[in-house]
């Protein structure tokens, strides 16, 4: 009787291309997980991750307000529509916006005192989310994974950019 050589098993195939597409991928994953929880938060409130982000740049500058193009700049992520979000909160009197005579092209944007309330009733919700999300996490790897995180991206900010 001949013997067969059993075939060879195959290679599983590698689940990334790269050391940078697995590092990529995992921080879209990751970033999916906690989104989850302030999606969850932010519905409460009937707002966005992302008009949350422009409520809270316009309330470090309150009672200031900012031209537009300076707030989307500050944006964690863009805002193509910036104006749509803007007319979105401005309808809830959240956010007021103005145009100076001297330059009418530009439009400042300030957060209402109802604005100022929201802000004041997430801060607590939201602190517990942050550490619903991160607080496994100790001070020494949080700081680590900011440095990180600052060096994957300052290569990719403009010089302009308030994340450098």
Not at 85 to 101: A, G, Y
Not at 116 to 130: G, I, M, Q, W, Y
């Amino acid at each position: 009787m001949v013997k067969h050589a059993a075939p060879s098993p195959k290679r599983p195939p590698a689940k990334f291309d790269s050391l940078e597409q697995e590092v990529f991928l995992g921080l879209w994953r990751t970033y999916d997980r906690l989104k989850a929880f302030e999606d969850e938060l932010f519905a409460r409130y009937e707002l966005t991750a992302q008009q949350y982000n422009l409520l809270r740049l316009l309330g470090n500058v309150f009672p200031a307000a900012l031209p537009t193009l300076e707030l989307a700049g500050r944006l964690v992520s863009r805002a193509p529509d910036i104006t749509r979000m803007l007319d979105k909160l401005e309808q809830r009197s959240l956010v007021h916006r103005e145009r100076p005579p001297e330059d009418r092209r530009v439009v400042h944007v300030g957060l209402t005192e109802a604005g100022v309330k929201l802000l004041e009733a997430l801060s607590e919700p939201l602190r517990k989310c942050h550490e619903k999300q991160l607080g496994h996490l100790s001070k020494t790897d949080l700081k680590s994974l900011s440095t990180l995180l600052r060096s994957a991206r300052s290569v990719h900010e403009g010089e302009q950019s308030v994340w450098q």
